[in-house]
């Protein structure tokens, strides 16, 4: 493992990188890329593994786990997969693939995971609300211009931009 | 000729390997970006690093260019790909909902997933409070069922198809539009670029 991490990549030659991988996708799937149907998949799951039959309750996760035979058998979970993984590879190239925790400056690291869970759970609200994220919504639906997903994105930035002043104390 | 049919064609098998390759390549990219890093993240809502905003529109630029031209030389059946339907409501609002998760979190779904594969605790955090959030949500979307199923819904409407223009000119519209934002982009960070700040995570 590297001591110091690789710089990253030019950040519009790695968005050329992630534009080809998506185009790849509609290629070859007809669809683009997604992220938090995966998660959600696994909420499912995982709702039905620690209280068997309460997903029948749940009006959102039940269709996600009983259409299939293995709720895992889906491009949803088998993509994030894949996302770990690469992530995980390019990572442990680069030398930043090691045991920490991303901070602010004034923040401690217990109060970040805080925030990280708050924000996680405020995130993934929203994101079923809004039907996809950033990957499904705002990268895929972009490319093929879907209107939705461009009325979407510019919530994503107006909603950011709007609390960024008032949580200024988590990053600066 | 495309888009695929693989699920048929190859099998199931198959298909669900090529799921796998996307997704790595996809982590990868997210990750090479420094996406796995939630102060890159969050830089850009303190306009201190707009790496954010040059990686999504350069992807986007990049992906919507070579989908209508590869449709323009009929290589590509644009009618074929998914599109998201427009359901502005929920959309609108989840956004926004969304973005306050976002800047408060410091990922989205897809950069969470590589913080935690690069064993980044608070990515993994985010990705537990992320289910918790998709959970409460089943749990509370019969009381607003109505409004997300009907609020602003369009179906399957496209910018071009919205404005009534050809596809080519909203294609140069959001070309034009990028270009502008790469441009105030490198003219913010010129004036506001502190770097993220703090060691390596």
Redesign the interface.
């Known amino acids: 493992m590297n001591r110091f991490?690789k710089a990253?990549?030019n950040?519009?030659l790695?968005?050329?990188?992630?534009?080809?991988?998506?185009?790849?996708?509609?290629?070859?799937?007809?669809?683009?890329?997604g992220?938090?149907g995966g998660?959600?998949v696994?909420?499912?799951a995982?709702?039905d593994l620690v209280a068997p039959g309460h997903?029948e309750?749940?009006?959102?996760?039940?269709n996600l786990v009983r259409t299939r035979d293995n709720p895992l058998?889906t491009?949803l979970v088998?993509?994030?997969?894949?996302?770990?993984?690469?992530?995980?590879?390019?990572?442990l190239l680069?030398g930043?693939?090691?045991?920490?925790?991303?901070?602010?400056?004034r923040i401690g690291v217990r109060a970040?995971?805080?925030?990280?869970?708050?924000?996680?759970?405020?995130?993934?609200?929203?994101?079923?609300?809004?039907?996809?994220?950033?990957?499904?919504?705002?990268?895929?639906?972009?490319?093929?211009?879907?209107?939705?997903?461009?009325?979407?994105?510019?919530?994503?930035?107006?909603?950011?931009?709007?609390?960024?002043w008032f949580?200024?104390r988590?990053?600066? | 000729m495309f888009p695929l049919d693989i699920g048929s064609t190859l099998g199931h098998g198959w298909m669900n390997l090529f799921y796998i390759v996307t997704g790595f390549g996809f982590g990868f990219a997210l990750e090479r970006a420094g996406f796995g890093d939630a102060r890159n993240l969050a830089a850009q809502f303190y306009l201190r690093d707009m790496r954010v905003l040059k990686v999504m529109f350069t992807a986007i630029l990049t992906a919507m260019l070579l989908i209508f031209w590869s449709s323009a030389l009929g290589l590509l059946d644009y009618q074929a790909l998914y599109i998201n339907p427009a359901h502005l409501g929920p959309g609108i609002l989840g956004g926004l909902i969304f973005g306050v998760g976002f800047v408060i979190g410091g990922y989205c779904p897809g950069t969470s997933l590589v913080a935690a594969a690069t064993l980044k605790l608070d990515g993994l955090f985010f990705i537990l409070g992320m289910a918790a959030g998709m959970f409460v949500f089943g749990e509370t979307v019969a009381l607003f069922q109505g409004f997300w199923d009907n609020a602003g819904y369009h179906g399957e409407v496209t910018l071009q198809g919205w404005l009534g223009i050809r596809a080519g000119l909203a294609v140069l519209a959001v070309v034009l539009m990028a270009i502008g934002m790469f441009w105030g982009a490198q003219k913010i960070e010129a004036r506001f670029s502190r770097g993220t700040g703090g060691d390596p995570c």
């Open positions: 991490p990253y990549m950040p519009y790695a968005g050329i990188f992630l534009g080809v991988v998506l185009f790849a996708s509609f290629l070859v799937f007809g669809h683009g890329l992220a938090s998660v959600a696994l909420t499912g995982a709702t997903v309750n749940n009006g959102y996760l039940v058998d491009w088998l993509e994030i997969a894949g996302v770990l993984l690469g992530g995980f590879v390019s990572g680069a930043r693939a090691r045991p920490g925790t991303c901070r602010g400056p970040r995971w805080g925030f990280a869970l708050l924000g996680g759970a405020i995130a993934g609200f929203g994101v079923r609300l809004s039907r996809g994220c950033t990957s499904s919504q705002a990268l895929s639906g972009g490319a093929v211009l879907s209107a939705g997903s461009w009325a979407f994105m510019f919530a994503v930035f107006a909603g950011a931009y709007m609390t960024a949580v200024r988590l990053w600066n």
